[in-house]
C-alpha cells in the first residue's frame, strides 16, 4: 500500500480540500472522476507538488482526483467537518470561532481520533453548514461505544497489533526488565495471545506475562477490528506516521 | 552448572596475575556456549534462561585471560539473587575485560545493554552471536561501522558452529574503552556529578554507579558504595529525592529513554533489513504457536507426557531395567563376583559384600541395574525438552496453576529439573525472585517431586498395575502439592511477584549437544549418588547385624503396619528412603515383584514414600540454601505430612474398598 508516502503539507491538505468543496459547490457528490478547472485554485505550488506525487491528474485544463487523491481529500474533509460539530455541539464555540479552530484540528487529527469524535457524536451525516460529512468505517459498522485512544494490553484482542503507549509503573525493577525485553514507549508490538498467559511480540522477541503486568502495559491499538465493511475497506485513512 | 564449576573453580585460583575476561549478557544467548569455545571446558548448554545460576571460571585456551561466564542478566537491575552475582562481578575491583555476548537478532535488545556497560569504563568487546538466526531474519549488521561508531570491537558469531572464533579471540586481544558518552538530560548530568562527587575515589565506575542509583536501585547502590559514610549516603539520597521531584516520569525511565534514542540512531544507521527474506512459518513455528495455544498446548504436553512414560517408564524401567538386572548382572556379573567373595573368611565380611545388605549384591545392583537405566532415560529426555525450548512454554501452560501456590511460571525451571535430581533442583531455585518464592519451591521440591530415578521406579511398578491407577497416583500427588503450596502461600509473607518470561524460539535439539549434556548429568548423578547407595547398604547391613534393624523396625512398624496398613518388612524400605528416596523406591518395587505387597499397599507405600523426605544430599542442600531454621521446619513438616497423607489414603482407600 501506499504507507511510504511522505506526508502532506498544510498547503496542500488546503488545496485537496478546495477542489472537493469546488466540486460540491457545483451542486456534485465529489466522485474520483470528479474534474475541477484548473484556474479555480489559488495555491499553484502546492497543486503542482500534487501532482508529482500522484494525488491529482490533470485533464485540459481540469484537475481531477487520483484514487489517493480522492481518498486523501475525503478524510480531509471528514476531519475538518467532523471537527466544526464537535467544537460547536459539544464545546459551545462560536460559529466563527468553531470554524477558526477547526482549520487546525483537521491537520492534526488522526483517523483513531476522527472515528472517536464521530462515534460520541453518533455519527453526524452533515456538518453545521449543512454539508455532507464522508462516513468514515465507524459510521457503517454502526459502533456505538467510544473505545479509548490509549487502553491496557488487557484490553487489546488477541491478534491486535499497537504500539506502547507508556509502561504504568513505578516499579524500576520491572521498567527496567520490561524495556530490556523491548517493551517501551513507542515499540510496536502484537498481542499473540490472551490465555492461558499474555503473549507478546515485539521485535524478534516473544514474551510472556500475567495479567498483572499487562494492566500496567499501556497502548495505542493500531487498527481496531471490526466486522468487514463493504465501502469503507478501500480507504486506508490516518496513515501519516 | 554444579558438576563443571567444581572442577572448574581450583584451576581459577591458581592464578591471579593475568586478567579476567567477563562473559556479560542477557539470559539465553550463548555464553556458556562461548565460554565452552574460549576454554574448552564443559558447561551445561541449553535454550531456556538461568541455565547458569554460578559463575564460572576458566583459563582461555588461546588467550592469557582467564574466563569467567556469569548468569543472564535482562538489565543492570537485578531481579534475582543470581542477576546479583553477575553484577558485582561486573563492578568488582580488578583488571578485567568485559566481553558482552547479545542476540545479533534482536540487536536493540543488546545494545540496551552494552550502553550501560560502556558506562562502567572498562575495556569492553561486544560479540553479536546468533548471526545466522538474524542473517535467516534479513537483517544485515554492518558491524565494523557500528564498531567504530561506539568505539568498541564488535564481532559476529555463531557459536552451535563455532564460527567467528578466530574473530572473537582477536578481538578479546584488542578491546577498547568507549569515548562514547550518553548525554542525558542536563538535569540528571548534574545529579550525575554531584553523586560522583560524594563516591569514594577507590570505587571503579563511579559514573556507572551514579547512574545506576539515579535509576533507583538504592538498595544496591548502598551495597556498592563500599565505604562510603552515612554523610555521603546521605547527600546521594538528598540528590536523588531532588532530582526526581524535577521529573513527571521516574528517573529510570528518562534515563532508559535516552539510552533507546542512542541504540535507536545506532540501528538505523548500521542494520538494514530486508522484510520480503522473512521466512514464511515452517512446522516449527506453528508447532511454537500451538504450544502455548490454550487447548492444543495441553494436547502437545499430554503426548509428551505420554512420550515420557513410554520411553523413561515402560522401555528403560521395563526392558532395559530387566535386561541389566536379569540378564546383565544375575546371569553375568553376579555369580562370578559371588564366587570370588564367597573366598572372604568370616560369615559377616563375606555379608557385608554379597549378603542381602551387601555392597554388590544390594549396592551396586540397585545403583547400576535399577538407578542407572532410569536416570540415562530421564535425562536424555530433559535434555531433548531444553533444548528445543519446549520449557519456558511450559511455564506460560501453567502459570496460573504455580499462581494459586504462591509461585509463577518462572519456577518451572527448578521444578521441571527437581523430576531429574531434586539436590539440583534446589540449587536452582535461586533464579526465583523473593525468599518467599524459594521457600515454597524447596518445600514442593522436598514434598512431592519424585526425582527421576524415583520417577523411573514408579512408571516401571505401575507398568504392572495399570494406567488407571498410575493417574490417581499422580492426582493424588498433585493435589497435595497443590494443597500444601497454597498453604504455604496464605502463611508465609509477602505476595506473588509479577511474571514475566522470555520465550526463545523452538530449535531442532543438536544431537551431540543433548548427548554430552545427559553423559555429564548422568555422570555428576553417579558421582554424587553412588556413595548413598553404598553408605545406605552398608548402614542396612551394620543395623541388621547389630539387631538396630529390628529395633527400628519394631519402632515404626505401628505407623507401618498400623496405619499404612502394610507388612512390617516394608519399613526397611522407608528406612533406605530416608538415604535415597529412589533406592526406598527401588525396595518397594523389590518387594511388590516378589508378592509380598499386593497392588493396594504398592499404591499406598509408593505415594508415602514420594511424599516423604528427601534423599540426604537435597537436604543437606536444603540446610545450605534456606538456613538451618527453615530447613529444620521444612523437614519436620514434610515427615509428618507424608505420615498423615498416608495414613488418611489407607483408610479411605480401604473404607471404599478400592481394588486395583
Known amino acids: 500500500m501506499d504507507n511510504r508516502k511522505t506526508p502532506l503539507t498544510e498547503e496542500q491538505e488546503e488545496a485537496l480540500s478546495e477542489i472537493w468543496m469546488r466540486v460540491e459547490n457545483a451542486a456534485e457528490t465529489p466522485k474520483v472522476s470528479s474534474t475541477v478547472p484548473l484556474d479555480r485554485i489559488r495555491n499553484k505550488e502546492a497543486l503542482e507538488r500534487l501532482f508529482k506525487e500522484g494525488y491529482l491528474t490533470r485533464e485540459g485544463d481540469y484537475v481531477k482526483f487520483t484514487d489517493r487523491g480522492y481518498a486523501e481529500a475525503r478524510r480531509i474533509i471528514r476531519n475538518q467537518r467532523l471537527s466544526e460539530r464537535l467544537l460547536l455541539d459539544v464545546l459551545n464555540f462560536e460559529h466563527e470561532e468553531a470554524e477558526k479552530t477547526a482549520c487546525c484540528y483537521e491537520h492534526v487529527l488522526d483517523t483513531a481520533a476522527a472515528e472517536s469524535i464521530c462515534i460520541l457524536l453518533g455519527h453526524p451525516r452533515t456538518c453545521p453548514h449543512g454539508k455532507l460529512i464522508p462516513p468514515g468505517q465507524c459510521c457503517v459498522s454502526g459502533e456505538k461505544t467510544v473505545r479509548p485512544l490509549v487502553v491496557p494490553l488487557s484490553d487489546l484482542e488477541a491478534g491486535e497489533t499497537g504500539t506502547v503507549a507508556y509502561i504504568g509503573t513505578t516499579d524500576n525493577a520491572r521498567l ?66 | 552448572m554444579k558438576q563443571s564449576s567444581d572442577l572448574v573453580l581450583t584451576d581459577a585460583r591458581k592464578t591471579a596475575e593475568a586478567g579476567k575476561l567477563i562473559l556479560v549478557g542477557q539470559p539465553n544467548i550463548g555464553k556458556s556456549m562461548i565460554f565452552s569455545i574460549l576454554t574448552g571446558q564443559y558447561v551445561v548448554v541449553s535454550n531456556y534462561p538461568g541455565t547458569t545460576v554460578e559463575v564460572m571460571s576458566g583459563k582461555a585456551i588461546e588467550l592469557d585471560h582467564y574466563v569467567v561466564d556469569t548468569p543472564g542478566i535482562g538489565s543492570i537491575i537485578p531481579r534475582s539473587e543470581d542477576e546479583m552475582v553477575t553484577i558485582r562481578t561486573i563492578l568488582s575491583d580488578e583488571r578485567k575485560t568485559i566481553l558482552q555476548v547479545g542476540d545479533a537478532k534482536n540487536l ?66 584488542r578491546p577498547s574503552r568507549s569515548r562514547l558518552k550518553i548525554l ?123 512420550g515420557l512414560y513410554e520411553f523413561v517408564g515402560v522401555f528403560a524401567a521395563g526392558w532395559v531395567v530387566d535386561f541389566f538386572k536379569d540378564v546383565l548382572f544375575e546371569g553375568f556379573l553376579l555369580p562370578p563376583l559371588v564366587k570370588i567373595l564367597s573366598a572372604l573368611p568370616g560369615e559377616n565380611v563375606k555379608n557385608f559384600f554379597i549378603g542381602p545388605y551387601g555392597q554388590v549384591t544390594m549396592g551396586l545392583t540397585y545403583a547400576l541395574a535399577i538407578v542407572f537405566p532410569i536416570v540415562t532415560a530421564f535425562f536424555i529426555s530433559f535434555s531433548l525438552l531444553e533444548d528445543t525450548g519446549y520449557l519456558p512454554r511450559l511455564a506460560v501452560m501453567l502459570n496460573k ?41 524447596t518445600l514442593l521440591l522436598a514434598l512431592g517431586i519424585p526425582c527421576s530415578a524415583q520417577l523411573g521406579i514408579i512408571l516401571g511398578m505401575f507398568s504392572k498395575i495399570g494406567t488407571g491407577p498410575l493417574m490417581v ?157 527453615i530447613a529444620f521446619l521444612l523437614v519436620t513438616f514434610v515427615f509428618s505430612y507424608a505420615i498423615l497423607a498416608g495414613a488418611v489414603l489407607n483408610t479411605v482407600l480401604r473404607t471404599l474398598g478400592v481394588r486395583f
Not at chain 2, 403 to 419: D, E, F, K, Q
Request: contains cysteine.
Open chain 2, 108 to 173: 536493540r535488545r543488546t545494545l540496551m545493554l552494552t550502553l550501560p556497560l560502556l558506562e562502567t569504563g572498562f575495556p569492553l568487546v561486544l560479540d553479536l552471536n546468533m548471526a545466522d538466526e538474524a542473517e535467516k531474519n534479513g537483517y544485515v549488521i554492518d558491524a565494523d561501522n557500528l564498531s567504530k561508531s561506539i568505539g568498541i570491537p564488535v564481532v559476529l558469531t555463531v557459536a552451535t558452529e563455532k564460527k567467528g572464533k578466530k574473530q572473537l579471540l582477536e578481538a578479546a586481544r
Open chain 2, 184 to 306: 542525558y538530560d542536563p538535569r540528571i548530568e548534574e545529579a550525575v556529578d554531584g553523586i560522583i562527587e560524594q563516591i569514594p575515589r577507590n570505587i571503579p565506575s563511579r559514573r556507572f554507579l551514579a547512574l545506576v542509583l539515579l535509576a533507583g536501585n538504592i538498595g544496591l547502590g548502598d551495597e556498592l558504595l563500599g565505604e562510603a559514610s552515612g554523610e555521603q549516603r546521605r547527600a546521594i539520597r538528598e540528590i536523588i529525592t531532588q532530582t526526581q521531584a524535577r521529573f513527571g516520569e521516574p528517573l529510570s525511565q528518562v534515563i532508559m529513554e535516552t539510552r533507546a534514542a542512542t541504540v535507536d540512531r545506532l540501528i538505523k544507521r548500521h542494520v538494514t533489513r530486508h522484510e520480503e527474506k522473512r521466512f514464511s512459518p515452517g512446522l516449527l513455528q506453528t508447532l511454537e504457536h500451538l504450544s502455548t495455544h490454550p487447548f492444543w498446548g495441553f494436547i502437545i504436553l499430554a503426548i509428551i507426557l505420554f
Open chain 2, 473 to 629: 497416583f499422580f492426582a493424588f500427588i498433585a493435589a497435595q502439592m497443590l494443597l500444601v503450596g497454597y498453604l504455604a502461600s496464605k502463611v508465609l509473607p509477602g505476595g506473588t511477584p509479577f511474571f514475566i518470561a522470555e520465550l526463545p524460539p523452538f530449535r531442532i535439539p543438536r544431537i551431540e549437544n543433548v548427548l554430552t549434556k545427559t553423559y555429564f548429568r548422568v555422570w555428576w548423578f553417579i558421582k554424587e549418588a553412588m556413595p548413598y547407595f553404598l553408605v545406605a547398604a552398608a548402614l542396612l547391613f551394620f543395623a541388621d547385624v547389630t539387631g538396630f534393624l529390628d529395633l527400628i523396625m519394631d519402632a515404626f512398624s505401628p505407623v507401618v503396619v498400623g496405619l499404612f496398613g502394610l507388612p512390617k518388612i516394608t519399613t526397611q524400605a522407608f528406612i533406605l528412603g530416608f538415604l535415597r528416596r529412589d533406592y526406598g523406591a527401588a525396595g518397594l518395587f523389590d518387594l511388590f515383584d516378589h508378592g509380598i505387597i499386593d497392588r493396594l499397599q504398592a499404591f499406598v507405600s509408593m505415594a508415602v514414600m514420594t511424599l516423604f523426605v528427601p534423599c540426604v544430599a537435597n537436604v543437606i542442600v536444603i540446610f545450605k540454601e534456606r538456613g538451618a531454621k
Open chain 1, 176 to 241: 527496567a526488565f520490561l524495556s530490556s525485553l523491548g517493551i517501551m514507549t513507542g515499540r510496536p508490538i502484537e498481542l499473540i495471545r490472551k490465555t492461558p498467559s499474555y503473549i507478546l511480540k515485539v521485535d524478534e522477541n516473544t514474551v510472556a506475562f500475567d495479567e498483572t503486568v499487562s494492566n500496567e502495559i499501556f497502548v495505542r491499538p493500531s487498527q481496531r477490528k471490526r466486522p468487514p465493511a463493504g465501502s469503507g475497506r478501500r480507504f486506508r485513512w490516518g496513515r501519516r506516521r
Open chain 2, 401 to 441: 496453576t504455580f499462581s494459586t501456590m504462591g509461585l509463577n511460571g518462572r519456577a518451572i525451571i527448578p521444578i521441571v529439573l527437581g523430576l531429574g535430581c531434586g539436590t539440583m533442583a534446589t540449587l536452582v531455585t535461586r533464579v526465583l525472585e523473593t525468599r518467599r518464592e524459594r521457600i515454597i519451591a
